[in-house]
């Protein structure tokens, strides 16, 4: 299928070629974005780790969308060395 004719079928094959060409393009963007976050005083990272866990908790999006934005602010956590401090699950 090219851009010149989007009506033609699209053959199993080019649908995977595609499929893992938007993977590679979505890793680059999630380390770009996550080494942005290097440029960034530490106030400004901690709301933005603030703001991706409140997107975490947003019902209006799904359960896999939740996760994403989880694991994103778990991963600048990580790079920027902030401790994140459990919830005592005993209290």
Do not use: W
């Given at each position: 299928m090219t851009a010149d004719k989007p009506e033609e079928a699209m053959t199993f094959g080019e649908l995977l070629a595609l499929i893992s060409?938007?993977?590679?393009?979505?890793s680059v963007l999630?380390?770009?974005f996550s080494?942005?976050?290097?440029?960034?005083?530490e106030k400004s990272n901690?709301?933005?780790?603030?703001?991706?866990r409140l997107e975490?908790?947003?019902q209006n999006?799904?359960?896999?969308?939740?996760?994403h934005f989880t694991r994103l602010a778990?991963?600048?956590?990580k790079r920027n060395g902030i401790v994140r401090v459990q919830?005592?699950?005993?209290?």
């Amino acid at each position: 299928m090219t851009a010149d004719k989007p009506e033609e079928a699209m053959t199993f094959g080019e649908l995977l070629a595609l499929i893992s060409d938007q993977q590679r393009r979505l890793s680059v963007l999630e380390n770009a974005f996550s080494y942005l976050s290097f440029c960034l005083d530490e106030k400004s990272n901690q709301l933005l780790i603030h703001s991706l866990r409140l997107e975490a908790q947003n019902q209006n999006r799904d359960e896999t969308m939740q996760q994403h934005f989880t694991r994103l602010a778990d991963e600048l956590e990580k790079r920027n060395g902030i401790v994140r401090v459990q919830p005592d699950a005993t209290a």
